[in-house]
Structure formats: C-alpha cells, structure tokens
Antibody
Framework: QVQLQESGPGLVKPSETLSLTCTVS????????WSWIRQPPGKELEWIGY???????NYNPSLRSRVTISVDTSKNQFSLNLSSVTAADTAIYYC????????????WGQGTLVTVSS | DIQMTQSPSTLSASVGDRVTITCRAS??????LAWYQQKPGKAPKLLIY???SLQSGVPSRFGGSRSGTEFTLTISSLQPDDSAIYYC?????????FGQGTKVEIK
C-alpha cells in the first residue's frame, strides 16, 4: 500500500521560498505520476503542478513563474519549491498520486499546513 | 481556465435520503471529471472518475452521471458517514481545476 507523507516548515516569511518534500513509501516513485495540490483555509483545492514518470513537469500557469517540482529517486521523494511567497500562499499543501497518468488523484498525503507570516 | 461551478453550496438531508450534487463546467470537458469526498482535517478521497466510474472500495450508493457539461454525483441512500464536503475536478485540460465544494450535512 503506497503511502505519502509531506514534510517541511510550517511557517515561512513573506518573500522567502516555501520548500516541501513528499516521501513515498510502499512503492517506487518512478512507477507513478505525482502532483502538488493546495487548499487555502476554508477554500477550494488548487492544482499546483505535476511530475511525470520521465521527470518532466507541468505547472499551473498562475504559479508557473514561482514553482519548481523536482524528484529524488534515490530517496523516493519529490519536492515543491514556491518562491516569493505572500500571505495568499498560506494553505494546506498536499502531495498526491496519479496512478496511471490519467490526471486524477487516487492517493493523497495527509497534508501539511504552511503559514506565510513574518 | 475551465471554471467548475457546484451547486448547492450546502445541503442538509436525512439518513436514507437520495442526494444529488451538481457540477457544471464552463466548456466541454467530455467525461474527464472526478469527484472527491473530504472530511474535516482529512485529505480528499477519490470517489468517481471519468464521470461515472466508481473507484475501487467506494460504496455502491455513490454514483456519477453526465449530461453535456453538467455532471451529477448521487448518493442513493445517505448514510451518517457521508457527512463531508464534495468536490468535482476537471482533467480535460490544463490547468486542472476544482469546484468550490458542496457541504453535505445530516439532519
């Protein structure tokens, strides 16, 4: 059973870079497709970006200039960097699996709350 | 971006009721729609994909359908465990987008 776990700082200062890691256990990260999705408190879900098996990526145009998703297959992890954060980036950040490259998500991490505040 | 509009925002129903949630896409998305259930403090759970395909392990009281750009999630007999927020997601084209959610409450 594949499990996902997000980790990273819960508090980030404005203008700094938010960095999160998703650790995958119970399966190889190279076997699936992955995404980061966020949810501001009390609001709807927002797709951030996608990591293909090949290692290529695709990002939400609204965040593209600030987002980088990368993978470390040796650690079975993938990461999110979001630069120049503001209070609007305060959200629960989820990593999620796309089993077959169909672009919906069948397995999610528990989520981690990141607050942007000085 | 494709806008996904859900209705109602909140509904309250009794155990055993048939419940219907609607999601309308701002343009054609074929059948590329998923439904998720989210309980407080938890991650979303996939219920339905490709508009009407039931995810493995999801109770058969959940069903999905499509009519043009309007999609429906139906709970045939509402159970206490179904109290949650339900979201639709289109995956026809980037960026993938979600509806604003429908909160289902048990009377």
């Amino acid at each position: 059973q594949v499990q996902l776990q997000e980790s990273g700082p819960g508090l980030v200062k404005p203008s700094e870079t938010l960095s999160l890691t998703c650790t995958v256990s119970g399966g190889s990260i190279s076997s699936y497709y992955w995404s980061w999705i966020r949810q501001p408190p009390g609001k709807e879900l927002e797709w951030i970006g996608y990591l293909y098996k090949s290692g290529s990526t695709n990002y939400n145009p609204s965040l593209r200039s600030r987002v980088t998703i990368s993978v470390d297959t040796s650690k079975n992890q993938f990461s999110l960097n979001l630069s120049s954060v503001t209070a609007a980036d305060t959200a629960i950040y989820y990593c999620a699996r796309d089993l077959n490259g169909d672009y919906f998500f069948d397995n999610w991490g528990q989520g981690t709350l990141v607050t942007v505040s000085s | 971006d494709i806008q996904m509009t859900q209705s109602p925002s909140t509904l309250s129903a009794s155990v055993g009721d048939r419940v219907t949630i609607t999601c309308r896409a701002s343009q054609s998305i074929s059948n590329w729609l998923a439904w998720y259930q989210q309980k407080p403090g938890k991650a979303p759970k996939l219920l339905i994909y490709k508009a009407s395909s039931l995810q493995s392990g999801v109770p058969s009281r959940f069903g999905g359908s499509r009519s043009g750009t309007e999609f429906t999630l139906t709970i045939s007999s509402l159970q206490p465990d179904d109290s949650a927020i339900y979201y639709c997601q289109q995956y026809n084209s980037y960026p993938w987008t979600f509806g604003q959610g429908t909160k289902v409450e048990i009377k």
